[in-house]
């Protein structure tokens, strides 16, 4: 049963550093994704001079991951702690508590996980003056699993020369009894001979005898850690053969040694053994010439494999072979036929079909100009899109609407076939006689169009599994880029392909009555709606200046359009009228439509989570958010992506999920895209993406893990279990 002082100590041991800054310190916690570094002291008497004062760096490891002794063994490099103290203050050498053996294959390191200190004395000069002792410690460490990162940390204190600090007594007291017990060598010796090292160790506690032991020798480069090696007990005297480094570089009259009983994997400082400084009888085997480089071959090729990891795809970037790609844009095609934004466009192919119901040839004819139209207009832009981007353009997909023009030609597209299916006016009575007869003879041409409107109305949407096709695409050679959107194309028109030559589906639909024109009215509705949302989009872009423009001329073609439907004199005047005044209002009010507003900063967006709020994106922000160890979530996202705007109101609006967020200190960063922005469009580029939504989770020293593009609450939080 532990004492009572033992207990009191270990209740408050987590008030340490705490305690220390009331002490007047600015006591420092690093903390990363792998490591909690904190500076604690230990002078119960004090800091006067000849007091034992101790200060000392505890390491406290994420699971799997460990820092190195002295020796790191085949790869690493020892915790290195540089002081800075005032004058009279002297810092000792750290007294490195017993380390573990680490095996990675056929190599093997030495050093600590779990929760490590390392104690280092201080000691206090008579002349020192001063009522306080302000420590400062600048600390590198490497901390590795199966990769490595360096990582480092600046750390400060006050210890108070005539008062107690005593509070992390129980911290170091497990550090003092961690260390190894120094034992005098007696007749222990070593014997080198070509390729090993022969080991003679006596006067080691007798409990050990019998037992499996660990050999951890302080020069670095001596033996070949991770090489199997023998080792017996001849009575009380331990003998071991150890192989030799082929890179040893040096031929010591003496070793210093630590051995210990070699413990079960565990985390923390290995069991306390004992080190004593050997000497060497006999001539070491001629030296093997060191690597020109000061880092050994086994830390650099951890190092190498660490930096090729960072710059590696992120986990669900592309990294697709052209044959996934080409079956992930079929796919993905299918599904824009489920994305909201394409439905107006499907409303016009059911109305089509009704229409042609009892017409077999019709139909297949009506399937292949549709068909023609989607893959031709997908060709078409993707085409244009791999000239601009090879001309030097940072575009991506749907990189049409981030252009108000192209937003304002759409916005009167729909507002045209929504007062048409209104009944508001005929394309034949306002068109050309010409033109109005070539409409009502060719229904091939008007099925070819309908393809070119539903990619319009579609490009803005990234439906699952087109993500890592198009991202692949655009780094591919012309013909197989376009290959990519021209399947992509054929997966959004098989539906209608299928149904125009499949009898049994023209049969299921309903027959042509009067249901069909009341159907007709009500998808007035539906593409009014677009227009609200492309109202929407342009004000994201021109401002509420540009948004109210375009809908005072869209109030304005309505007229016009209205009163040529009229007949005689009226149709003269009203279209007069109102194609002056569409003139007029295009001239005085139209340049707002296409002058981009300076967005300047993005606003923080609160979520009515307390603590978690959306900051606007940049590549600096995101560096520095990782550099502080936290999780980023990045929304790369645009006003024009319909399929983000439900992601953002639907998984994204989540409280639930934005508490997780919070519980797991996740930065949120939304990286809009709703403008033409050069560095969103490389940062996507680095994820193998190539349009939006998508979504990332970024952890330092970790690939970034790219999720679907509708996202779901049970997939976010299956990734924020990982953090």
Not at 359 to 380: E, K, N, Q, W
Request: proline content about 8%.
């Amino acid at each position: 049963m532990r004492s009572l002082p033992a207990v009191l100590a270990l209740l408050l041991l987590p008030l340490a550093g705490f305690a220390q800054n009331l002490l007047g310190g600015d006591a420092t916690v690093v903390k990363t994704d792998q490591v909690r570094a904190e500076l604690l002291a230990h002078a119960p008497e004090g800091a006067a001079p000849g007091a034992k004062v101790w200060v000392g760096l505890q390491l406290t490891h994420a699971p799997e991951w460990h820092t190195y002794w002295k020796n790191s063994g085949d790869s690493g490099l020892p915790t290195e702690l540089q002081w800075t103290l005032p004058p009279g203050v002297t810092a000792g050498e750290i007294a490195w508590p017993t380390p573990r053996k680490f095996p990675i294959g056929p190599l093997a390191n030495y050093g600590y996980n779990g929760t490590v200190l390392l104690p280092v004395p201080l000691t206090v000069s008579p002349d020192f003056q001063g009522q306080q002792l302000d420590v400062k410690l600048q600390a590198a460490w490497l901390v590795c699993r199966k990769e490595c990162i360096p990582e480092e940390g600046q750390f400060s204190l006050r210890i108070p020369v005539m008062g107690s600090t005593g509070l992390n007594g129980a911290a170091f007291d497990a550090a003092f009894n961690a260390a190894p017990r120094d034992q005098a060598a007696a007749t222990s010796a070593l014997a080198p001979e070509a390729g090993f090292l022969n080991v003679s160790l006596d006067t080691l506690p007798a409990a050990w005898k019998g037992q499996k032991l660990e050999f951890y020798p302080e020069p670095t480069g001596l033996i070949d850690p991770g090489a199997p090696w023998t080792q017996a007990w001849d009575g009380a005297r331990w003998t071991a053969k150890l192989p030799l480094s082929a890179q040893r570089g040096d031929s010591p009259s003496e070793v210093a040694l630590v051995v210990a009983q070699a413990d079960a994997p565990g985390e923390g400082p290995g069991l306390a053994g004992v080190r004593m400084t050997v000497p060497v009888q006999g001539a070491w085997p001629p030296v093997a010439a060191l690597p020109a480089a000061g880092v050994s071959p086994a830390l650099q090729a951890a190092l190498d494999a660490n930096s090729a990891r960072a710059a590696a795809p992120a986990s669900g970037a592309s990294v697709l072979t052209l044959g996934a790609a080409l079956l992930g844009a079929l796919i993905g095609g299918l599904i824009l036929n489920l994305m909201p934004c394409v439905f107006p466009v499907l409303a016009i192919k059911v109305l089509a079909f009704a229409k042609h119901a009892d017409d077999r040839a019709a139909h297949r004819r009506s399937g292949l100009a549709y068909t023609a139209g989607v893959v031709v207009s997908f060709l078409a832009l993707g085409g244009l899109l791999l000239a601009l981007r090879a001309a030097g353009e940072q575009l991506g997909w749907g990189f049409q609407l981030q252009s108000p023009a192209v937003v304002a030609g759409l916005a009167v597209l729909f507002t045209l076939i929504g007062l048409n299916l209104a009944g508001l006016f005929e394309f034949g009575s306002v068109l050309p006689s010409g033109l109005a007869s070539l409409q009502a003879k060719n229904p091939t041409a008007d099925a070819f169009l309908t393809g070119v409107l539903a990619v319009a109305v579609a490009s803005p949407c990234t439906a699952p599994f087109m993500g890592a096709s198009l991202g692949l695409a655009a780094t591919l050679p012309a013909a197989q880029a376009l290959a990519v959107f021209g399947v992509l194309g054929l997966g959004m028109a098989l539906p209608y392909l299928a149904a125009s030559w499949w009898p049994a589906i023209a049969r299921a639909l309903p027959r042509p009555g009067a249901w069909m024109e009341r159907f007709r009215q009500f998808m007035a509705f539906p593409m009014f709606a677009t227009v609200v949302w492309l109202l929407w989009v342009l004000g994201q872009q021109s401002g509420i200046d540009g948004a109210a423009a375009l809908l005072m001329l869209l109030l304005a073609l309505a007229l016009l359009v209205w009163s040529l439907g009229l007949s005689g004199r009226g149709r003269v005047v009203l279209g007069g009228l109102s194609a002056a005044a569409l003139v007029w209002m295009g001239v005085a009010v139209g340049p707002n439509v296409t002058r981009l507003q300076d967005s300047g900063p993005a606003a923080v967006a609160e979520t009515g989570v307390q603590g978690v709020s959306w900051q606007p994106w940049s590549p600096e922000k995101l560096t520095a958010l990782q550099a502080e160890g936290r999780p980023v979530f990045v929304d790369f996202t645009a006003a024009w992506c319909v399929t983000c705007q439900f992601n953002k109101r639907n998984a994204l609006a989540d409280e639930g999920l934005l508490q997780d967020m919070a519980a797991k200190n996740v930065a949120l960063l939304r990286a809009d895209w709703t403008r033409r922005d050069p560095a969103v469009t490389a940062a996507l580029a680095q994820l193998g993406r190539n349009g939006v939504p998508v979504y990332a989770i970024y952890k330092n020293g970790q690939p970034p893990v790219v999720l679907t593009e509708v996202l779901s609450v049970g997939e976010v939080r299956t990734v924020l279990q990982g953090l």
